[in-house]
Nanobody, 122 residues
C-alpha cells in the first residue's frame, strides 16, 4: 500500500528548532488528511497536529504557537516545523495519512510512518 517515510528528527537543546518531513509514496489516488502523532516513553500516543485537504489545521494545546503543520499536496508531503522546543516534547514522532490508493479501483487506506526520534535536552 502507501508508504510513509519520516525524516528530520534528532537531538536539540531546549529552545531550539527542528523541522520534520513525511513523504508518501505508492499508487496514491488521493490523500484526504495528514497528521503528526508522538509517543513519549511510558506515555500513550497522542495527536499533535492535523491538516486537511482544505488546509484546515488543528493542534494540541501544548504545542500551539510553537509548532506549525504544512502540506504540499502536489508532492504528497507534510512537514512539522517545531520551534521553542521543550524537554517535554521528547518523543518518537509519527506521520499518518488517510486517503485512497488505486488498485484497479480506489481503496481506502490509513498508513503510518516508521517514526523519527526527537530528543530535547535541558
Amino acid at each position: 500500500q502507501v508508504r510513509l517515510v519520516e525524516s528530520g528528527g534528532g537531538l536539540v537543546q531546549a529552545g531550539g528548532s527542528l523541522r520534520l518531513s513525511c513523504a508518501a509514496s505508492g499508487n496514491i489516488f488521493s490523500i484526504n488528511a495528514m497528521a503528526w502523532y508522538r509517543q513519549a516513553p511510558g506515555k500513550q500516543r497522542e495527536l499533535v497536529a492535523t491538516v486537511t485537504n482544505g488546509g484546515s489545521t488543528t493542534y494540541t494545546d501544548s504545542v500551539k504557537g510553537r509548532f506549525t503543520i504544512s502540506r504540499d499536496n502536489a508532492k504528497n508531503t507534510v512537514h512539522l516545523q517545531m520551534n521553542s522546543l521543550k524537554p517535554e516534547d521528547t518523543a518518537v514522532y509519527y506521520c499518518k495519512a488517510d486517503g485512497l490508493y488505486y488498485s484497479g479501483t480506489s481503496v481506502p487506506f490509513s498508513s503510518w510512518g516508521q517514526g523519527t526520534q526527537v530528543t530535547v535536552s535541558s
